[in-house]
Nanobody
């Protein structure tokens, strides 16, 4: 079994910063891509940032220059540093990972989500 556990969400004022972390644990052979998605009330879930195992990154246009994704392959973690936060960044943020398990079955996994609220 594989689990993704996020941490680091909270309430911050506009212009502030937060750092989200996600730890993958369990029967993991290899973690391929990892990423962060978010879902605001009444909206669809959207990609925020993604990172490959070789550290190639991809960002949503709305967060480019403000958010930075990073990962530690040895620790099975992915982080999202969020700076210059805006009220429109308010959402539940979900960690995602494409994982090859010890049974050699590859699939997507999701964390439970962490709330980020940016006040104006």
């Amino acid at each position: 079994q594989v689990q993704l556990v996020e941490s680091g969400g909270g309430l911050v004022q506009s212009g502030g910063s937060l750092r989200l972390s996600c730890l993958a644990s369990g029967s993991i052979f290899r973690i391929n891509s990892m990423g962060w998605y978010r879902q605001a009330p009444g909206k669809s879930r959207e990609l925020v940032a993604a990172i490959t195992r070789s550290n190639s990154t991809n960002y949503a246009d709305s967060v480019k220059g403000r958010f930075t994704i990073s990962r530690d392959n040895a620790k099975n973690t992915v982080n999202l540093q969020m700076n210059s936060l805006k009220p429109e960044d308010t959402a539940v943020y979900y960690c995602n990972a494409d994982i090859l398990g010890l049974t050699l079955i590859q699939r997507d996994y999701w964390g439970q989500g962490t709330q980020v609220t940016v006040s104006s």
